[in-house]
């Protein structure tokens, strides 16, 4: 991962969600809590990453650091 990735949990209808978002690749990746894929989109814009990150905050998520641990925020 680098810099420009991002990682964010929110619950969702009793389940952990969990999203990576890649502001450089312009990927963005949304994870169940079994870490089955859900959902891969490529080729967005920064601003786009951008809308999608606000809407990610509105259902309650958090980022997480590099080095946080995600249970840390549950």
């Not at 964010?8 to 690749?25: R, T, V, Y």
Request: charged letters at 25%.
């Amino acid at each position: 991962m680098t810099n420009n990735t991002q990682i964010w949990i929110w619950l969702q209808n009793g389940s952990i969600m969990k999203a990576i978002l890649d502001k450089e690749e312009g990927i963005l990746r949304i994870f169940n809590e079994n870490d089955n894929l859900l959902l891969k989109r490529t080729g967005l814009s920064k601003h786009l990453i951008k809308q999608i990150e606000v809407c990610i905050i509105r259902y309650g998520a958090k980022r997480l650091d590099a080095h946080e641990e995600p249970f840390k925020f549950l």
